[in-house]
């Protein structure tokens, strides 16, 4: 059984970085594999920020590009995102997912989900 662990969140001043991690246990082979970090703040649908595929092809919302980076480590089955210059409209718990559907920002392209990290930004 695939499970996945999100860690890292916290709580930072507007401007200030947080990386998060996220372990995937149990991973079936890669072939389709697409990981991704999601958010979703109180009252708000949940939305996708970053995703990687096995190839290591990314793709940001556009409120991340440019401060967040994506990244993963195959060997450890592990993703990482590394938030930067953060805002208080970043609250959010993050949730870290992954799937073999398709590497979209679409939250029902995946089918395995942590238990999410809070992640909060004071101003």
């Known amino acids: 059984q695939v499970h996945v662990v999100e860690s890292g969140g916290g709580s930072v001043q507007s401007g200030g970085s947080l990386r998060l991690s996220c372990a995937i246990i149990?991973?079936?082979?890669?072939?389709?594999?697409?990981m991704g970090w999601f958010r979703q703040a109180p009252g708000m649908e949940r939305e996708g920020v970053a995703q990687?595929?096995?190839?290591?092809?990314?793709d940001y919302a556009n409120s991340a590009r440019g401060r967040f980076t994506i990244s993963q480590d195959n060997a450890k089955n592990t993703l990482y995102l590394q938030m930067n210059a953060l805002k208080p409209e970043d609250t959010a718990m993050y949730y870290c997912a992954a799937g073999t559907t398709g590497c979209t920002p679409a939250a029902e392209s995946y089918g395995h989900w942590g238990q999410g990290t809070q992640v909060t930004v004071s101003s």
């Open positions: 990687i595929d096995q190839r290591g092809s990314i």
């Open positions: 149990n991973a079936p082979a890669r072939s389709t594999w697409c």
